[in-house]
C-alpha cells in the first residue's frame, strides 16, 4: 500500500480524498494556486506546495510542476480526482515515465475513451446498444449535411472531445445545421483542442442514467448499481440520485450488464461510469464513458456502504477486488444536489465572497464541502461550493430529507442555485419520480421562484 499520495486537483474533491487517505493512515499532499492559498484542502493535508498563479493552466493544468511537486515530496502516487487532468491522458502517460502510480485507468483507455467518436465505435464492437448515428468524423458542413439526410432529423451535432454540453446542439433541419455546424467546431477547437464533429438521432426526454463500475488487474468488474442523473441545466447535472426510480430491475440488470461488457471490452481498471440515455419505453444507449470519479459518486457510496476512493487506491496499488456483486446490498435511496454560485436566471457563474454559511444538520444528511465564512468564489474555477447528499430508507423519506435541508441552507454574499433545487424537490413531478433531462427546461420558472405545474 501506499505511505504518501499527493492530490492533484483542489476543493471538495480534494478534501474527500485527503479524509479517506487519513482512514487508511496515507500521507497527503496537496497543491494549490495562488487563489487558493487559505483553502481547506491545503490546511487538512499533511504537505501542501504552491504551484502557480490562480489561471488553471498556470497552476493546475501544469503538468511538469504537479509530477516535480509529487517527486519532491517522495508520494508514490497521484489521485487527480475529477475534472481538471483526471482524463488527461498525457498526464496519466506521464505519471507512469516518471514513476508515479496514476490512481486512475491506463492512459491508452483514458485517449480511447476521450473521445466521444472513438468510444462509439469501440462500444459496438463490444455489443453495447449505440444511438443511431455516424462513426465517422465530419470535416465541414456539407459533410454534415449529407450525413444528417441519411440519418433524419431532430438530431444532435456533438463535438467528439466535447463535455459540459461545449460544442453539443440539438438540430431540427438543414438551416438550423447550416448556422450551427462552423460555430459548434470553432467552439470545440478553442475548449479542447480538437475540432472533429459527429451527429446522433435525437431522442426525445431521455433519461440520463449511468452505472458505477470498478475493476480491478485481474479482470474482475463489479457494477454498482445505477444513478439518475437527468435533472440538468445546460447539459450539466444539478441533482443526481441512486437507484434510478424510473427503469424496471429487469433494465437495471441488462444495463448493469452492458456496463460489465464495456468495461471488460476495453480491459478497463479503476473506477469509472458508464453512462446511458433511456427512451420511454427503456431502451438504453450507450452515450459515453467517464474515466474517473463522478462528482455523483457520493449516492453510490451511501446506498451500498462502499468507500469508493479507497476502492480506487486499493485497485492502483495493486490489489485485488474482494468482493463479488452479490456482496453488495442496495439499500436505501440517496439524493444529491449541487449547490453552486450562479445567477438563478441565466445559470452562469456568480463569483463573490461568501459572508455567512449554514448547513443543515441532521439524520441522514451528508456534505461535501470546502467553502466556509469567508471563502471567495472565484472566476477561475468551477463555481461549485457544495454538494448536499441526503439518504434515507425509501425515496420519500430521501425527498423529504432533502426538502428540508434546502430549506435551512442558508448561503449569503452571493448568489446560488438553491432556490432552484427547492423548486425542483417540491415538484410533483420529481416526487413522483418523472424526471426527464427537459426537467429544468420544462418547469423552472427562475422569476416567481415557482416551478409549473
Not at 445567477?343 to 464541502?369: A, C, M, N
Not at 426537467?439 to 416567481?448: I, K
Request: proline letters at 5%.
Amino acid at each position: 500500500m501506499f505511505t504518501k499520495i499527493l492530490i492533484a486537483n483542489r476543493g471538495e474533491i480534494a478534501l474527500r480524498i485527503i479524509r479517506t487517505c487519513k482512514k487508511m493512515n496515507i500521507k497527503t499532499v496537496a497543491v494549490y494556486s495562488e487563489a487558493d492559498a487559505d483553502s481547506l484542502h491545503v490546511r487538512e493535508a499533511d504537505e501542501a506546495y504552491l504551484i502557480g498563479k490562480p489561471p488553471v493552466n498556470q497552476s493546475y493544468l501544469n503538468i511538469e510542476k504537479i509530477i516535480s511537486v509529487a517527486k519532491t515530496a517522495k508520494a508514490e502516487a497521484i489521485h487527480p480526482g475529477y475534472g481538471l487532468l483526471s482524463e488527461n491522458a498525457v498526464f496519466a502517460r506521464r505519471c507512469a515515465e516518471e514513476g508515479l502510480v496514476f490512481i486512475g485507468p491506463d492512459a491508452d483507455i483514458i485517449a480511447a475513451m476521450g473521445s466521444k467518436l472513438e468510444a462509439r465505435k469501440t462500444m459496438q464492437e463490444a455489443g453495447v446498444p449505440v444511438i443511431q448515428g455516424i462513426n465517422i468524423p465530419l470535416q465541414n458542413e456539407e459533410e454534415a449535411l449529407a450525413a444528417a439526410k441519411k440519418i433524419g432529423y431532430p438530431l444532435m451535432l456533438k463535438a467528439s472531445a466535447g463535455g459540459g454540453g461545449i460544442g453539443m446542439q440539438l438540430i431540427s433541419n438543414e438551416e438550423e445545421m447550416r448556422k450551427a455546424f462552423a460555430g459548434n467546431k470553432r467552439r470545440a477547437e478553442s475548449f479542447f483542442g480538437d475540432g472533429t464533429m459527429f451527429i446522433e438521432k435525437y431522442i426525445p426526454e431521455p433519461h440520463h442514467i449511468e452505472v458505477q463500475i470498478i475493476a480491478d488487474k485481474y479482470g474482475h468488474v463489479l457494477p454498482l448499481w445505477e444513478r439518475e442523473c437527468s435533472i440538468q441545466r445546460r447539459h450539466q447535472k444539478v441533482i443526481e440520485e441512486a437507484p434510478s426510480p424510473f427503469i424496471s430491475e429487469e433494465t437495471r440488470e441488462k444495463m448493469l450488464t452492458a456496463a460489465v461488457t464495456a468495461a471488460k471490452h476495453i480491459n478497463y481498471t479503476n473506477a469509472g461510469t458508464i453512462e446511458f440515455l433511456v427512451d420511454n419505453e427503456e431502451n438504453f444507449y450507450f452515450l459515453e464513458m467517464n474515466t474517473r470519479l463522478q462528482v455523483e459518486h457520493p449516492v453510490t457510496e451511501e446506498i451500498t456502504g462502499l468507500d469508493l476512493v479507497a476502492e480506487q487506491i486499493k485497485i492502483a496499488a495493486g490489489e485485488p477486488l474482494i468482493i463479488k456483486k452479490e456482496d453488495i446490498a442496495r439499500k436505501g435511496h440517496a439524493i444529491e444536489a449541487r449547490i453552486y454560485a450562479e445567477d438563478p436566471v441565466t445559470f452562469f457563474p456568480s463569483p463573490g465572497t461568501i459572508t455567512s454559511l449554514k448547513q443543515p444538520e441532521g439524520e441522514g444528511i451528508r456534505h461535501e464541502s470546502a467553502a466556509e465564512a469567508g471563502t471567495t468564489v472565484t472566476p477561475f474555477y468551477d463555481p461549485m461550493i457544495a454538494k448536499l447528499v441526503v439518504s434515507g430508507e425509501t425515496r420519500q423519506q430521501a425527498c423529504e430529507r432533502l426538502i428540508e435541508a434546502l430549506e435551512s441552507y442558508k448561503i449569503e454574499g452571493i448568489k446560488t442555485n438553491i432556490d432552484m433545487l427547492l423548486q425542483t424537490a417540491r415538484h410533483e413531478n420529481f416526487l413522483k419520480g418523472h424526471t426527464t433531462t427537459k426537467f429544468v427546461e420544462q418547469y423552472y420558472l427562475p422569476l416567481t421562484k415557482t416551478m409549473k405545474k
